[in-house]
């Protein structure tokens, strides 16, 4: 794995020199915009409207608006004297119970590995870590803004995760106070939960919509035709307990295969219950689906590595 950092993990006195790498990628398609009469790639041209004239990366400079149309300026040396000495250390703040950290709070995982001259160190942290059943909360630096981060084991490693400050997290403002409950529809509610309740496979879950894609564009590759079959839409549901029951129906049945729910084809179930239908025929309605069945595709998107990973 490509190397994003180097630093150390800073606990008391004890330094475990690690590296830093990517825990996880994107799968997104990158798409280009092309110039639709001659279908050739569109130049991105950064442009002084005032001078006008084109600008090359080395005449930018970073600025901050402090009023509108009116900047400060501030150089690399400038905004590098901010770092403070240990900007390339995470320090341990503290350590706690895992489940007391909300995941609202979470940005992005990346893994940390020990250099060889760190190894002992490195598993005396997690295994110590591991028997405690705690995670450690502690700050780095990386490209020159500092974060909160959570550290804690993950196959037999390091996993950090950065995280936003609270000052980062917007407040819902949701009321639901003014909702009366009945007691029967909270019991059929958690009896739908509980329908649903199943051990975490991450296996299970796939990009439906990206799998879809990719069968589009390697049938434009190969000049084929691809249609995607779009589901049937349901009536609207207005009555809440019928929508419970029927839900508790079909989840009862799919419980018992171990599939996950799709959406359609809920809706369409919870409406053949206000229509009468038997529950069997919509369900052999909706079993085909060939975009799942299509075999998995070797198209990839292009890796590219930022120039801001490669100085790091």
Not at 56 to 80: C, I, P, T, W
Not at 88 to 116: A, C, H, T, V
Not at 224 to 246: F, H, I, R
Not at 278 to 298: F, M, V
Request: charged share 30%; hydrophobic share 35%; net charge negative.
């Amino acid at each position: 794995m490509h190397t994003l950092w180097k630093g150390s993990i800073s606990f008391g006195l004890v330094n475990v020199p690690v590296k830093m790498h990517a825990a996880t990628e994107a799968r997104d398609l990158k798409f280009n915009y092309l110039h639709k009469e001659c279908k050739n790639r569109i130049r991105q041209i950064k442009k002084c409207p005032v001078c006008d004239l084109e600008v090359g990366s080395e005449d930018l400079v970073k600025g901050f608006e402090y009023e509108k149309d009116r900047y400060v300026v501030l150089d690399e040396k400038e905004l590098a004297s901010l770092e403070k000495p240990m900007s390339r250390s995470i320090d341990i703040l503290d350590f706690i119970n895992l489940p007391e950290i909300d995941p609202i709070y979470y940005q992005k995982s990346y893994y940390l590995s020990p250099e060889e001259t760190a190894l002992k160190a490195y598993r005396l942290l997690c295994q110590s870590m591991e028997e405690s059943g705690k995670v450690a909360l502690a700050r780095v630096t990386l490209r020159s803004k500092q974060h909160l981060a959570c550290l804690r084991v993950f196959e037999n490693g390091l996993v950090m995760e950065t995280m936003y400050y609270p000052q980062e997290i917007r407040h819902m403002d949701v009321v639901t106070d003014r909702v009366a409950l009945t007691e029967a529809e909270l019991t059929m509610a958690r009896q739908l939960i509980e329908n649903l309740a199943r051990p975490f496979d991450p296996d299970k879950y796939h990009d439906e919509l990206h799998e879809q894609m990719v069968g589009l564009i390697e049938s434009k590759v190969t000049g084929e035709t691809y249609q995607v079959e779009t589901p049937s839409k349901g009536g609207k549901v207005v009555d809440l307990m019928e929508a419970l029951k029927a839900s508790i129906v079909l989840t009862g049945n799919e419980k018992s295969q171990s599939q996950p729910i799709k959406p359609n084809e809920t809706i369409s179930l919870i409406n053949s219950v206000n229509d009468g239908d038997g529950l069997e025929e919509r369900n052999a309605d909706n079993s085909q689906d060939k975009i799942i069945n299509k075999p998995k595709s070797t198209l990839t998107p292009r890796k590219r590595t930022s120039r801001r990973a490669k100085e790091a």
